[in-house]
T-cell receptor, first 113, second 112 residues
Framework: DVKVTQSSRYLVKRTGEKVFLECVQD?????MFWYRQDPGLGLRLIYF???????EKGDIPEGYSVSREKKERFSLILESASTNQTSMYLC????????????FGPGTRLTVT | GNSVTQMEGPVTLSEEAFLTINCTYT??????LFWYVQYPGEGLQLLLK?????DKGSNKGFEATYRKETTSFHLEKGSVQVSDSAVYFC???????????FGAGTRLTVKP
């Protein structure tokens, strides 16, 4: 069974802390994505990566960075967490084929106090 | 830019009722269209998809037809169950998966 796993289901951090969210996929997918999900706004793309060490900004990259040192692992970094980054964070992966679906992890609910 | 608009929720139905969730899209080029579902406490999973005009995607009793003339991909199910309670997202991609765009989501609650 294919799988995308995220390091934490729930996380509580303080304002100003550095936060790492980890995502691992076991499907040898080239593409990996980080989204945030907020009520009424759907999913918004933060960053994606189409290969090891490659990254592209999505729609809302401000305040975030990413790292992809290995094909199976894609990390989202909040350099200095702020309360407006309280959200549900979803990781996904996919192949490069046109029309292929994305596989999602269970999500990390991050609260910044 | 490319985008999808789906009907706002929440939607509350009784078991065995007919379901329609509207989705329309704007895209340059020829998009692939998707419906994803998110059950409580879980990540999104693909429900169905269609990659060209007039294609019908179907799964678990749900159906959606890719209508190029009306730029729509409405989700339907003839008889909903309590277990269908979830949030449903319409999405599109044009060139490849890197440009996937999601709608805002529609929360469906089915009551027994």
């Amino acid at each position: 069974d294919v799988k995308v796993t995220q390091s934490s289901r729930y996380l509580v951090k303080r304002t100003g802390e550095k936060v790492f969210l980890e995502c691992v996929q076991d499907m040898d997918h080239e593409n990996m994505f980080w989204y945030r999900q907020d009520p009424g706004l759907g999913l918004r793309l933060i960053y994606f990566s189409y290969d090891v060490k490659m990254k592209e900004k999505g729609d809302i990259p401000e305040g975030y960075s990413v790292s992809r040192e290995k094909k199976e692992r894609f990390s989202l970094i909040l350099e200095s967490a702020s309360t407006n980054q309280t959200s549900m964070y979803l990781c996904a992966s996919s192949s490069r084929d046109r029309g292929s679906k994305q596989y999602f992890g269970p999500g990390t609910r991050l609260t910044v106090t | 830019g490319n985008s999808v608009t789906q009907m706002e929720g929440p939607v509350t139905l009784s078991e065995e009722a007919f379901l329609t969730i509207n989705c329309t899209y704007t895209a340059t080029g020829y998009p692939s269209l998707f419906w994803y579902v998110q059950y409580p406490g879980e990540g999104l999973q693909l429900l169905l998809k269609a990659t060209k005009a007039d294609d019908k995607g179907s799964n678990k009793g749900f159906e959606a037809t890719y209508r190029k003339e009306t730029t729509s991909f409405h989700l339907e199910k003839g008889s909903v169950q309590v277990s269908d309670s979830a949030v449903y997202f319409c999405a599109l991609s044009v060139l490849n998966n890197n440009d996937m765009r999601f709608g805002a989501g529609t929360r469906l609650t089915v009551k027994p």
